[in-house]
């Protein structure tokens, strides 16, 4: 039974609630209860737990009465009866419900009393309650009992958690996934932090996400947290959310002394902790870690606006730490960072990124322009699945920008739509914002169809990206080059012969530099890997639509037998003929649902995927030989320039003399 978010008023209210009451007190059946938001006060709660007493058949496992002003009153109600559930409880939420922690001492003891509880009762959400005072000690103690607690929120509750992690070590190592204690404070007090943090996290095997945000987290407790996740080998995949807790750079410099040594977290949510003098080694120490996949470094650059100098070297470290080719970061968030244009230094990275597929640009201010800037980014870029970018100040245009990027790309599948922006856009351009809208949305519905990018198309964006960066380069150190041999064979001297032949030499290379990645892209062709693929599963397909339809034909024998002898009447010839007809009808496999399913979409992702791979390494390829070529061209070039200065140093005064010499008095 579920009904949420309704607020119950007059007497077709008090019917509605009678009518609750009636199928709590009867129903044989009702395993889960969900009155959430409905406006429920103490009186209430009274009558639906003396219903639920009264009838002991009633399976229930689940209460959820979430947002509802049932005070410490109609959680002592509720205490009583979590004593007598025959079943235990599987799932308690009780959010948001104005009990305090006078009330924790009943709640316990209904879930300490009840025999089955401890092995059954798997999610706890107490959060958005004042639980601070001396009672919470009674809730810890509970905790602290073995037991089975795989999720517990706690989260707004206004107390001091620093004891927690003692009752969470005795009672809830084993099987505790997800912790929320944000939004409290770590201590009241200032204690010494207790040992207990640092063995909890080093001994837990299942935790998964760990909330500890705006949750005043000293440096001194961060660093038993990090500690013992250090001292964990057996963990992995944590998400660690310690963002909002203004850290400052106390707690980057202990993020530094040991995150390169922790393998267990592979999600780390660092943002708003005014770390903005101390990114730029943090991220070099980052680097070092090879397990953290996602970051949030946003909203700590606001002490630094003024200092541009600064704020440079900090994004210039993102970009290299999202850059370094064995980077293992594959999603970013500097959202809320209000970098405006400054947003374009992290958007000239995506073009050429290979390792994220993830990006929250939201929050920026960053305008049109670097709209614009994303938006060919995103022609570029064919590894980015997710990108979330509201919160921008973008306009009608900049969305048609996106709009037109998104037309090109094919791997972007979730594009959250930009709220804040589009609301603004309609009040200026209500039917452009609404036909941006409507391509995005269509555009990522084509995106999660199968389609196959073809490797032509994914070669004309990234050979219009390369010609647009390295190759420029190239051809200005080349003329740079030109300029010196042109200079050296005016001299018309001999030995300067062997180094003009090397400089045609090497430009000659450069030329052909330009071309090699369109060399790599026909060889490519020539594999004709689509063609091979396309080739082996419809193979594949015919083969395993044979199988699965003998093996379906079985199965539909083995049911009719089974009628029959179940129901030996029914065994005539206009019965049995009808159930044949029936199992035919529906019992069929349709071949062109197999063929989309195994040739078209599997070929497709499969093909995409390959396509990816040969790009990548022609693309490698390509920039290691334009590399090596750039390093011979600027090499020679330099040579070459030192060689006519000391020309210009020897045989430019001697010439001077003699053109004095000739003006001499006769």
Not at 176 to 204: E, H, Q, R
Request: hydrophobic share 40%.
């Amino acid at each position: 039974l579920t009904m949420r978010d309704i607020r119950l008023k007059g007497r077709k209210a008090l019917e509605c609630l009678e009518e609750i009451v009636k199928v709590v007190s009867r129903s044989t059946a009702l395993s889960e209860l969900v009155l959430s938001g409905l406006g429920l006060k103490s009186e209430f709660i009274q009558k639906l737990c003396s219903a639920i007493l009264s009838n002991t058949s009633i399976p229930l496992v689940s209460i959820d009465l979430s947002n509802n002003p049932i005070e410490d009153r109609g959680i002592a109600h509720l205490s009583e009866t979590l004593l007598t559930l025959q079943r235990g409880l599987v799932s308690l939420d009780l959010s948001q419900t104005s009990m305090t922690s006078k009330s924790l001492s009943a709640l316990c003891r209904g879930l300490t009393e009840n025999q089955y509880t401890s092995d059954t009762l798997v999610t706890l959400n107490l959060s958005t309650n004042s639980l601070r005072g001396d009672e919470i000690a009674i809730l810890y103690n509970y905790l602290a009992r073995p037991n089975v607690l795989s999720e517990l929120n706690l989260s707004h509750c206004d107390f001091g958690y620093e004891s927690i992690f003692g009752a969470l070590y005795r009672g809830s190592s084993v099987h505790l996934a997800y912790i929320d204690l944000s939004g409290n404070t770590f201590s009241y007090k200032k204690p010494k932090v207790s040992p207990s943090v640092t063995m909890y996290f080093s001994t837990v095997s299942s935790l998964k996400s760990v909330n500890l945000s705006d949750s005043k987290l000293p440096p001194e407790a961060l660093k038993h947290i990090l500690n013992g996740l250090v001292l964990n080998e057996t963990l992995q995949d944590l998400h660690l959310d310690i963002s909002n807790n203004d850290l400052r750079s106390p707690g980057a410099q202990v993020i530094q002394s040991v995150i390169m040594n922790i393998k267990a977290i592979s999600s780390f949510d660092i943002s708003c902790n005014g770390l903005d003098a101390d990114i730029v080694t943090m991220v070099d120490w980052l680097k070092g870690n090879h397990c953290i996949k996602h970051l949030a470094i946003g909203d700590n650059f606001n002490n630094i606006s003024k200092n541009r100098g600064q704020l440079m070297k900090d994004l210039d470290a993102i970009v290299q730490l999202i850059q370094t080719e064995d980077s293992a970061i594959s999603s970013l968030s500097v959202a809320n960072s209000k970098l405006r244009s400054d947003t374009a230094i992290i958007i000239n990275a995506l073009g050429s990124n290979k390792s994220l597929t993830k990006i929250d640009l939201s929050g920026n201010l960053m305008g049109d322009i670097c709209v614009k800037m994303l938006a060919k980014a995103l022609q570029i870029n064919h590894h980015l699945r997710t990108v979330v970018w509201d919160k921008n100040g973008t306009t009608a245009e900049g969305l048609m920008e996106i709009v037109s990027a998104l037309e090109n790309n094919y791997r972007v599948i979730e594009m959250p739509i930009p709220i804040f922006d589009v609301s603004n856009a309609l009040k200026v351009n209500y039917s452009l914002t609404e036909e941006a809208v409507r391509k995005i949305e269509s555009v990522l519905i084509r995106n999660h169809s199968p389609h196959t990018l073809t490797s032509d198309h994914a070669y004309r964006l990234q050979h219009g990206f390369l010609t647009s960066t390295a190759q420029q380069l190239v051809n200005k150190v080349a003329v740079q080059l030109r300029d010196h041999k042109k200079f050296l064979l005016a001299t018309k001297q001999d030995q300067f012969t062997e180094d003009i032949e090397e400089a045609d030499r090497i430009l000659t290379d450069g030329e052909k530099s330009k071309q090699v990645f369109g060399l790599l892209h026909d060889v490519s062709l020539k594999a004709n890997i689509q063609e091979t693929i396309e080739t082996h599963l419809k193979t594949f397909h015919s083969v395993l639509y044979e199988d699965v339809s003998g093996h379906l034909q079985t199965c539909i024998d083995n049911m009719l037998d089974c009628v029959m002898s179940q129901c030996p009447t029914l065994d005539s010839q206009e019965v049995s003929r009808e159930l044949k007809e029936i199992c035919q009808q529906k019992g069929s496999l349709d071949k062109d649902y197999l063929y989309r399913t195994v040739v078209e979409q599997v070929g497709a992702e499969l093909s995409n995927k390959l396509n990816e791979i040969t790009l990548s390494v022609a693309s490698s390829l390509s920039d290691r030989v334009i590399d090596e070529v750039l390093e011979k061209l600027t090499g020679h070039s330099a040579r070459l320039k030192n060689e006519i200065r000391d020309y210009r140093r020897t045989n430019i005064p001697s010439l001077l003399v003699c053109a004095e010499g000739s003006r001499a008095p006769t």
